[in-house]
């Protein structure tokens, strides 16, 4: 077994404990640099707003097609405390503010984001929910400690990664956001993904990843397909997405088939991190 394979297997065994999966199918290992068939070929390119305010398009063609623009993510030309400049400024000067949609009436506070404004990876959910909207931070509940797992079992740090959701204010109940509120909330989250322009973004659940793909299909047909967000450019670049289940869904159906599938998206994604994976 050579060196790459032996790390595979030690990775997958870690994180099978950290997401509770009793047993390592053989085929396991090959998930680290999935064979050409898994990266989907280019498809027709589907049309996203590209001004920061704009909020999401209609809904694109079904299917879990993948777009293939011309332009990879390779991080705007911004230092780390200019990013960190305009996330704060958007945060402290519009968001914790805002009253645009009904969900400010009901939050305690609002929920920004957080992590590296120089992060390779971010991940996207849907909403606060009770423990975020008391603190203030993303993740920080239940589901937020099944995220953590799982960025750790990816091999990095929370504090190395990004995490945001579509909608800053806690909806009500938990309940998902309307798509009058995602929209209300789009200019936000576009903005933080065009200040971070990270090179991979993973989608946790169903809204975060039809807001970003501009698609009504729904989330366990998306899932595992690597997809476009392209509503940077052309200014900016097209940014490879993963898909996946929401942590919160996770805990909620927490059986070895979903968390072998959770596990095998964020192993596609590690794999295009470290160049092992080109996707088309
Ligand atoms: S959810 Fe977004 S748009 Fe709605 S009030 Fe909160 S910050 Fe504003």
Known sequence: ???????????FIATDRLLGVEAVPLGALATTAPPASAVPAAAPAVPRPAAPASPPA?????????????????????????????????????????TKCELSRGRTHTVFGE?????????????????????????????????DKMIVAMGLKRTEVYIANTVKCRPPNNRTPT??????????????IATLQPRVVVTLGAP???????TTTGITALRGSWQWF???????????????????????????DNRRKVWDDLQKVMGYLKGELTIN
């Not at 390779?120 to 203030?136: A, K, N, V, W, Y």
């Not at 975060?208 to 501009?214: H, M």
Request: proline share 12%.
């Open 58 to 98: 209609p809904p694109a063609p079904s299917g879990a097609s993948l777009v293939a623009p011309p332009r990879r993510a390779t991080g705007p030309s911004l230092d780390r405390a200019a990013r960190l400049r305009i996330l704060a400024d958007i945060d402290t000067n519009e968001v914790k503010s805002c």
């Open 115 to 147: 992590g590296d404004p120089q992060a390779q990876l971010m991940f996207i959910g849907e909403g606060p929910g009770e423990t975020e909207d008391r603190e203030g931070r993303p993740f920080c509940g239940r589901a937020g400690e099944l995220l």
């Open 230 to 256: 392209t509503a940077l450019q052309p200014e900016g670049p097209a940014i490879p997405v993963m898909p996946t289940f929401h942590p919160a869904y996770l805990l909620r159906a927490y059986t070895p």
């Open 179 to 192: 798509p009058a509120e995602i929209e209300a909330c789009w200019g936000y989250l576009i903005r933080q």
């Open 1 to 11: 077994m050579d060196s790459r394979r032996q790390r595979a297997l030690r990775q």
């Open 208 to 214: 975060a990843s039809k807001t970003l793909l501009n």
